[in-house]
Each structure stands twice: as structure tokens, then as C-alpha cells.
């Protein structure tokens, strides 16, 4: 018989069942799923987090973070992205789980700082997400149009 685990995505949460061959359930669930976490913790952090950046917009660069990223503008704050994945990968590479958690925190942190510099909406790219899902990442990516000039994006 297949466990089953919660897993929160934003807005909704589903069960995905797992079975490890040859295994006991305990050492199975052990090895694929981390340690649960908190039940009251949810991807709704996302959008509370994203509101909280949208409010520090205004806020005063000298104590906000956000705001200072935000007034140097969408480049650097798409740099300061990018050298944040990068951290994030380095650690995943290392395989250091617990430096991969608070970089992977980092990376979501900035990804929505960089959604409110550019006016982008949560709500747009959960419902990006759901169109996704149950789609083939192959399938999916085959239907994007090809650009063959004007992009910098590897193929």
C-alpha cells in the first residue's frame, strides 16, 4: 500500500502518493520526503511575503531591503536574482541540505521582489502553473514558439 503525503502548492494542496520497492513504508518515507514540516505552513507564505514587498515599495530604502533593491531598478534587481539561484546551486551541488533551504528562501525572496519590479502577479504565474500541470515538461516546452532572433534564452 502507497503513503501518502501533503504537499501545499500556492492556493490549493494535493496528495501524491510514493512507494519505494523493496523497502519498509517508514524507511521509504524517510528517504523521498523530508521531514514534515509545520501543518500551518503553506505556500501562502508566497503571497503574504509578495504583499509585504509591494508594501515596502514606498517604504524608506535606509530600512527596507526591498526598497532599496526596488529604487535601483529592475536590472539590479534581476542581478541580485541571479546571484542568489546561483548560491542556491552551488549548495544543492555541495549537497548541503540546510545552506540549500535558506539559499532556496533567498531565491524565492528575490524572484518576488523582481515580480513587484516588473508588475508581475502571483496570481499570474499560479495560473501559469496550473495550465502546466499534468502536461509533459517536453510536451509543454515543444508548444512554446520558436524564436530564433532576439532572445539571449539557451534552446
Known amino acids: 500500500m502507497a503513503k501518502t503525503a ?7 494542496a494535493r496528495k501524491v502518493s510514493f512507494k519505494a520497492a523493496g523497502k519498509s513504508s517508514k524507511t521509504a518515507q524517510k528517504a523521498s520526503l523530508p521531514q514534515a514540516p509545520d501543518p500551518a505552513v503553506s505556500a501562502d507564505v508566497l503571497d503574504r511575503l509578495w504583499s509585504v514587498v ?4 514606498s517604504a524608506d530604502p535606509t530600512v527596507s531591503h526591498s526598497a532599496r ?5 529592475t536590472a539590479k534587481v534581476a542581478q541580485k536574482f541571479g546571484e542568489e539561484a546561483v548560491e542556491c546551486l552551488i549548495e544543492a551541488v555541495a549537497g548541503n541540505r ?7 528562501a533567498d531565491v524565492l525572496y528575490h524572484l518576488l521582489v523582481m515580480w513587484v ?3 508581475v502577479q502571483p496570481a499570474e504565474v499560479w495560473t501559469e502553473l496550473h495550465r502546466r500541470e499534468g502536461i509533459s515538461g517536453i510536451t509543454e516546452k515543444a508548444s512554446r514558439p520558436k524564436v ?8
Open 117 to 119: 519590479a516588473t508588475g
Open 6 to 12: 501533503k504537499l501545499a502548492t500556492p492556493k490549493m
Open 54 to 57: 509591494v508594501q515596502r515599495r
Open 148 to 155: 530564433l532572433l532576439g532572445t539571449a534564452k539557451i534552446p
Open 69 to 73: 533593491l526596488l529604487q535601483r531598478g
Open 98 to 104: 540546510t545552506a540549500l533551504i535558506g539559499e532556496s
